[in-house]
């Protein structure tokens, strides 16, 4: 029994890097150091290139045996990782490197030690959470179907998302989408559509922006979707229909304050209860959403632009990831450890 045991082939971890936005140097001491500490095997590397966002990378770890797979990326690079990972039973494990790091905002994982990160993929436990796929309609009635993280839309965000200035971006991070709001605005106008919600009738309406989202957080502390839970088996479908010449204030104070300040507080919720504008901003939940657009639109997902589609269909896979998470709670102080940054790349971009 105990030559058994002695012969046994420790775990191995697998980490999927974006070189343009990790310094895999560094990163690669902290990996080895934890990898030790943990007594498993020599963790398997993978590069994304232009070309190959991290998918095929995951699944050739995954043939490989590896017990988890870390992404070290952009939102782009977890989307495609979890892609790989859906319904395999392999955990992803998060390492704070990226701009937005959506996921792992939304799970309320920590955004700024690497160090801790990769500690936690080789002891946490794992989280089941579900993900959202998205079947996309392109013009020429080609199709392609692909999974989210976080959020899917089309209309604002996503003319915002594409005219986001990629150097500006990588300079200030989240913030340069205040510089693509910008750009966006003159360009919009309302997208008429149609809609139905796990096979219900079919119904038009128009609207500025449609997000599906399986989780409700955007960068910033920006509670769009205040009831999305990443593992209740649903989606949470929100449509900004501004009217007038203060529409877009009140989508601003429904999103800004009512959802981010009013909603902690009971009182603040009876606020809200009184307030009848329920046009500016609706909310519903559904397991399976189509769209189809009377004009071919801009998408995103994850924060990433997508092309254009003419119908757009998202449904809900439950529990179809696991995330690893902390065994314990880290402590107040234990972000203040290792940045973020000492991981962070300072190369040319051009890398997914």
């Known amino acids: 029994m ?20 990790v310094d895999a140097a560094k990163l690669r001491a902290l990996v080895e150091a934890a990898e030790t500490a943990a007594g498993w095997g020599p963790t398997l590397w993978f590069e994304t290139t232009a070309h190959e966002a991290g998918g095929e ?11 988890v797979v870390m992404a070290a990326g952009g939102d782009g690079t977890v989307r495609a990782v979890a892609e790989a990972l859906r319904d395999t039973g392999v ?3 998060l390492l704070p490197v990226g701009t937005g790091n959506l996921l792992a905002r939304n799970l309320e994982l920590n955004l700024t030690n690497v160090e801790l990160a990769v500690t936690t993929a080789f002891t946490g436990h794992d989280r089941a959470i579900d993900l959202g796929v998205i ?11 692909h999974v989210f ?3 899917a839309g089309l209309g604002l965000d996503a003319k915002m998302i594409a005219k986001t200035n990629k150097a500006l971006k990588k300079r200030v991070g989240w913030l340069a989408y205040v510089d693509g709001i910008g750009r966006a605005l003159p360009e919009l106008r309302p997208v008429k559509l149609r809609f139905r919600m796990d096979g219900s009738a079919w119904r038009s309406t128009s609207a500025h922006t449609v997000i599906v989202g399986n989780c409700g957080l955007l960068p910033g502390g920006l509670l769009l979707i205040p009831n999305a839970e990443p593992d209740d088996g649903l989606l949470d479908i929100v449509a900004l229909r501004p009217e007038g010449p203060f529409g877009w204030l009140k989508v601003w104070n429904k999103i800004a304050f009512e959802n981010g300040v009013l909603r902690k507080s009971a009182a603040g919720r009876r606020i809200i209860d009184l307030n009848h504008d329920v046009r500016s901003v609706t909310y519903a939940k559904g397991r399976d959403f189509e769209l189809r657009l009377e004009t071919e639109e801009e998408i995103q997902l994850d924060g990433d632009e997508w092309g254009t ?6 449904r809900v896979a439950p529990a179809a990831l696991l995330v690893r998470v902390p065994a314990v709670a880290p402590s107040v ?12 790349a300072s190369t040319a971009p051009g890398q997914p």
């Open 91 to 93: 955990p992803l494990g």
């Open 2 to 21: 105990g030559r058994e045991a002695e012969t046994r082939t420790p775990p191995r971890a697998a980490i999927v890097v974006n070189p343009v936005k």
């Open 135 to 145: 079947e996309v309609t392109r013009g020429d009635g080609s199709t392609a179907e």
């Open 333 to 344: 102080g234990a972000s203040a450890a290792t940045s973020a940054k000492a991981v962070e």
């Open 309 to 314: 589609a003419r119908a757009v269909r998202s």
């Open 149 to 151: 993280l976080v959020m």
């Open 57 to 67: 990378a995951t699944a050739t770890a995954v043939a490989l045996g590896a017990s």
